[in-house]
């Protein structure tokens, strides 16, 4: 698989948001508020959790592996997807917190 850039990852990831929008708007009769979808990351966060329990052998439940990747990769999702609703630079703030965090740490 090809490696993923930040430009692609923010331009299919609000092609995608656009589409659940319009399922937003069929169902609901609005889109999700930027607080919504921060809710909703909230939720697939503490999926991650979950998942990981599994994993780890301490919540025993079924499709463990494959639901923790997807909950994850869709986590990946919900940031890029807020960060650009809020205008914030994904790419930046990553970069941003590496290097400080590098710097606070040691390389």
């Given at each position: 698989m090809a490696?993923?850039?930040?430009e692609e990852l923010k331009e299919r990831?609000?092609?995608?948001?656009a589409r659940y929008h319009e399922l937003e708007l069929t169902h609901h009769g609005s889109e999700w508020t930027i607080e919504e979808d921060a809710l909703a990351f909230l939720t697939d966060a503490g999926l991650v959790a979950r998942n990981v329990m599994s994993q780890?052998?301490?919540w025993p439940k079924a499709n463990t592996e494959e639901e923790l990747k997807h909950k994850i990769g869709e986590s990946v999702w919900w940031l890029t997807v807020l960060a650009e609703r809020m205008n914030i630079n994904i790419e930046e703030v990553t970069e941003e917190f590496l290097t400080k965090t590098e710097g606070?740490?040691?390389n």
């Open positions: 490696s993923l850039n930040f990831s609000l092609k995608i948001r780890q052998g301490r606070s740490v040691g």
